[in-house]
């Protein structure tokens, strides 16, 4: 590859993941974090084996093992009496099947492993980008405190407040009706959901909750839907209290309202995404992660899409020696673009079939949950390898395996 220097905006899942994946390649790469010291605020993520055999192939095996947990199913039922309507096998059988594990652990975890592959030096925080300028040969980045960088390429992974997608896109983020309470309990307290790791979901009406253990096992986190059409904060984040949440899931099952009762602190969350994006570059820029497609997290894929933006993108610009950069960074559009914005819309339409009332529809999403298999279901979700779909010959982009 010919010596290149890349500026990354934002050193979240998205960003930092690029940024080891660039240096492996022998990237000239920093990355800049507005904040002034690094923090991973929610509590639990999933990273299923399209995410995780990336990640694996950074080096991060043995540091993945340490703080997460492999579920061994993950588990739905039904809000007030708790019917099984589906048990998907995990474990050994997704890992034999797609070659990697499904993990569930702390975001601050998962942050803490990527922030390890990047030297200190190449991290700069308290680095505030106001926007973004370009020439035909370099991109510029300009700070809050009148410093500018110039680069040859400028990546977006500053999340759904980008300042970088300004300059592909003027839209702005979507309430989705929905806001989330989420919070972490102690396993011990917690015995009912602790005995067999698991991701377990119950489904109601307008509403529904999840939870799996992270942390080595020692806590259980969860997320707990509520509507909320009327939401006039201006924070998309406010200081929550059990008791509220109990009073919004009163008459669900038991295994729940203790779930609730066991947690000391809780937040609350507004629930945005974005509309789906026609292109992801800009001439010397690109985004990728939650500047590029912002998700609601309904199918549990946004970090999973982060990481595979940042390993496809890594692998395109491995190619700029041979096909230049601007066809370089078409093949990553080319890419992502049908496979983001199908898991972005995914993900929005699960808003609806995760809260059905009861009744006809209802109905029919619990005997299909019990009559369909859903490691089948997921070949192309689970099985897509990033590093293939990058490398295939043009017009062969799905890398499902």
């Not at 592909?168 to 015995?191: C, F, H, K, M, N």
């Not at 839907?225 to 509220?244: H, I, K, Q, Y």
């Amino acid at each position: 590859m010919p010596q290149m220097n890349v500026a990354i905006v934002g050193a979240g899942i998205a960003g930092l993941t690029l940024a080891a994946a660039l240096r492996r390649s022998g990237v000239d790469v920093v990355v800049y974090e507005q904040a002034p010291r690094l923090f991973e605020v929610g509590a639990g993520v999933q990273l299923a084996p399209n995410a995780t055999r990336l990640l694996h192939r950074l080096g991060l095996v043995e540091q993945l093992r340490a703080v997460a947990v492999q579920p061994q199913a993950i588990v739905m039922r039904r809000w007030n009496d708790g019917e099984l309507l589906r048990r998907t096998p995990l474990g050994e059988s997704c890992q034999d099947r797609f070659g990697a594990p499904y993990y569930t652990l702390h975001r601050a975890d998962l942050h803490a492993c990527l922030l390890g592959l990047s030297p200190p030096e190449q991290v700069r925080l308290d680095a505030r980008c106001v926007g973004v300028t370009q020439t035909a040969d370099k991109a510029q980045l300009h700070f809050s405190d009148a410093e500018s960088v110039t680069a040859d390429l400028v990546v977006g992974a500053d999340g759904i407040h980008s300042i970088i997608r300004e300059h592909l896109a003027l839209d702005r983020p979507r309430y989705s009706g929905q806001t989330i309470y989420r919070g972490l309990v102690p396993a011990e307290r917690v015995p009912h959901l602790a005995a067999e790791p698991a991701v377990r979901l119950w489904f109601g009406p307008d509403q529904h909750c999840v939870c799996y253990p992270v942390s080595s096992g020692r806590q259980v986190s969860f997320g707990a839907t509520v509507p909320a059409a009327d939401w006039r904060e201006e924070s998309w984040t406010l200081r929550g209290t059990a008791g509220e949440l109990a009073s919004r899931y009163r008459g669900w099952h038991g295994d729940v309202t203790r779930l609730f009762d066991a947690a000391d602190a809780v937040s609350r969350w507004a629930l945005h995404d974005r509309e789906s994006l026609r292109q992801l570059v800009r001439g010397r820029v690109v985004l990728i992660g939650d500047a590029a497609h912002p998700m609601l997290p309904f199918q549990a894929q946004g970090a999973n899409q982060a990481i595979e933006d940042a390993a496809v993108l890594a692998r395109c610009l491995e190619m700029v020696r041979r096909d230049g950069l601007p066809a370089a960074l078409r093949r990553y559009e080319q890419v992502r673009l049908p496979r983001t914005n199908r898991i972005q819309q995914e993900s929005r339409a699960n808003a609806g079939t995760l809260h059905l009332t009861n009744g006809t529809a209802q109905q029919l999403r619990d005997v299909g949950s019990r009559t369909s298999s859903e490691l089948d279901r997921q070949q192309w979700l689970f099985g897509y390898d990033a590093d293939r779909a990058a490398t295939a010959p043009a017009g062969t982009v799905d890398g499902a395996g």
